[in-house]
């Protein structure tokens, strides 16, 4: 099924029935024990595309109901954050051998994979099928409940007031990292940009040639600032195994991280360029003139 809406159809029902599909996509994975680091990927990658639904209407449910829905499936993701970041950081390595391993000592990337491999067994290997069974668990209990929404008669407004929010944001970030890139900065510049990707995504029924081609361009800007994080994460637990593994080994492959990272910096800001060019009030006045009128006759 598609996970946008269909022109045809109500905004509210077309909305209803991509946060169910979501949800049901998220318990389908939870429930694949074969291979549970892509099970807990996909789920976690659900459970922030069903919150920027939830942005998108923020305004009209009101602030309660959104924080109730918002908190839900963010602690959902959180409570798989560690195991995905475990898995996330081996993964990373296995790049940086594939790039670098011709002209580096291959036992300097075997052996920092081998320690890795370990405190990724030594942390989950023995609960992680319990930590997927009870997220499952909890949102199959709870889907019905959280996942119910009623739209007022000013949502079409409201839609553009919580698309606008979240775009003002990522131009702010934008802006910010600019003038000085730090790496708390660009995560968060990259979670506000999913966000507007996301509900690109949803809208581009309403829209299709633009949203697509806006949806793509964003898709590529958080690939970018998701492999600086992923180095960024690596790099931390190359300092967690200096003890055991010896600075000089893990000297090289800090330095190589250092400087891919700032290559992915520099990346993600000419994308971002031309991504947040239009400054909130323009964004704002161009999406008023498509949207409104289109989601206001569903």
Do not use: C
Not at 10 to 26: A, C, D, K, M, Y
Not at 65 to 79: I, S
Not at 181 to 197: E, S
Not at 200 to 219: N, S
């Amino acid at each position: 099924m598609a996970k946008y809406f269909h022109t045809d159809q109500p905004f509210g029902e077309e909305l209803r029935r991509i946060i169910e599909e979501r949800t049901e996509n998220s318990l389908e994975a939870l429930a694949d024990t074969g291979a549970p680091d892509e099970a807990v990927h996909q789920a976690r990658k659900q459970f922030k595309k069903i919150r920027a639904a939830w942005r998108l209407i923020r305004d009209d449910i009101g602030e309660k109901a959104y924080k109730e829905k918002n908190v839900f499936y963010r602690d959902l993701g959180r409570r798989l954050s560690g195991l995905r970041d475990a898995r996330a950081v081996i993964e990373t390595l296995h790049r940086q051998q594939e790039k670098y391993g011709s002209v580096i000592y291959k036992k300097i990337f075997e052996k920092t994979g081998s320690a890795l491999e370990g405190v990724y067994v030594d942390n989950f290997e023995g609960h992680r099928a319990d930590l997927l069974r009870e997220v499952r668990e909890d949102l199959a209990a709870h889907r019905t409940e959280i996942n119910a929404f009623k739209l007022g008669k000013n949502f079409p407004g409201n839609v553009l007031s919580s698309l606008v929010r979240v775009y003002k944001r990522g131009y702010r970030l934008f802006k910010k990292n600019r003038a000085e890139p730090a790496d708390v900065t660009l995560h968060t510049w990259r979670k506000r940009t999913k966000y507007l990707r996301y509900q690109f995504h949803i809208l581009r029924g309403v829209w299709p040639r633009m949203f697509h081609a806006y949806e793509k361009a964003l898709h590529d800007l958080t690939d970018i600032l998701g492999e600086y994080n992923d180095l960024v994460m690596l790099k931390k637990r190359y300092a967690s195994l200096q003890n055991d593994l010896g600075f000089e080994m893990l000297h090289v492959q800090m330095l190589i991280a250092e400087s891919q990272q700032e290559h992915l910096a520099d990346l993600a800001l000419k994308e971002g360029q031309k991504l947040y060019a239009e400054k909130p009030g323009a964004f704002k006045k161009r999406m008023k003139k498509t949207l409104l009128d289109e989601i206001a006759a569903k």
